[in-house]
């Protein structure tokens, strides 16, 4: 199936906000499968590299396909927001941020719309990407048709983890929302070019559903990690008891181990679901103090253990999750404020990151380290040889998660 644009339009897609985790990938797979494909991104350095066929972070199976779309002239970027308007399909993947009270941000999406509106143009069909806090699909409807313009509105949530978006966006089910049928059509015959299976929903549907998936997750996450602390406290090994429990009995074979639950959506569209029902939501908020207090909660563990005012503690891996560069609430970073406080020196490394100056190599970290702990669970750290203890609460490393 190929997009048959308009003869107004010289492209098929533009991407806004395209250079990062959910609109990159997204862009590149549509390329792949013969669209015409724009990424608009307002950072110069995320573009000058996709324009050159570099990835700007780490991706699976992402940085081949770059390579061959840009240099099949099918994927290009451009930080001037002319080129939203080139573009039959305009997908905008700036979600909807909380600030520093947990108050979800409702008019950032509208805000980035304002910002290409003046390039926006009849016929086009606008399909926001990433999670949204309900209502504002709808409210977007409502910016659109105040701007005079005939253009179409759809809610497509993206569905990837970060590390499997070059599988997923393929393998897996597409949400298609739209208030009018020849909306939907639209987003629909676009997203074939991924999938053959859509899931249609309204677009009030389409945004909890894209809530719950990541909610009960982050939940998920909470009670593994609330089951941990009991099982430790009481000096038993969780994670051979998880695994004992696990061991040919389907309905425990989805629990999963201990570790940090963060990253840039769990936490965010947690506590965007408190504030849509009013804050009137318990497992929601007490998941989030689970999942945040393990830092505090490792370290209470590691003063019982160790003399850490009179030891360099060293942290293994600071991304948000394993074999990723991304550090975007990053409870490793956390961690480490937690432990400065506590321990003599803190240390830091991450073969991935290289947004953090102060990261040091992996050898120098081991070797001037009195203990090691794995903040993100590297496959490098797997096989790591060292006679320093090991602090492995992911049991990445097969010795147990018992502190």
Known sequence: MTVNPSERFERDVVVVGGGGHV???????????????????????????????????????????LRRVVAAGRLTAATDPAIVGTAEHVIVVVGTPVDEHLNPDQQAVPRALFGCADHLRDGQLLILRSTVYPGVTALVEKVVARLGKAIDVAFCPERIAEGKAMTELFDLPQIVSARRDEAYDRAA????????????????????????????????????????????????DFERIRQGLMLDYPRAADMPGPG??????????????AAFNNNNFMLGHTAMTINEGMPLYLVDRLTRRFDLE???????GMAFKGDSDDIRSSLAYKLKRVLTSKAAAVRCTD???????????????????????????HSEYAGLTTTKPVVDVWGLRGEGVQI
């Open 23 to 65: 609109g990159l990938p997204l862009a590149i797979a549509l390329a792949d499968r013969g669209a015409q494909v724009a990424v608009y991104d307002v950072n110069p350095v995320a573009v000058a590299q996709v324009s050159s066929g570099q990835m700007p972070f780490r991706e699976s199976g992402a940085a081949a396909m």
């Open 189 to 236: 015959a676009l997203f074939g070019l991924l999938t053959d299976r859509r899931v249609r929903m309204t677009p009030e549907e389409a945004e909890l559903a894209k809530l719950f998936t990541n909610v009960w997750r982050y939940i998920k996450f909470a009670t593994a990690n609330q089951l941990y602390m009991i099982a430790n406290d009481r000096g038993l």
């Open 260 to 273: 940090f639950a963060a990253g840039p959506c769990l936490f965010k569209d947690t506590m965007q679901l």
């Open 310 to 316: 009179s030891m360099t503690v060293g942290i293994l």
């Open 351 to 377: 073969p991935y990151v290289t947004v953090d100056e102060s990261l040091v190599p992996l050898d120098e970290v081991v070797e001037s380290c009195d203990l090691l702990i794995i903040g993100a669970p």
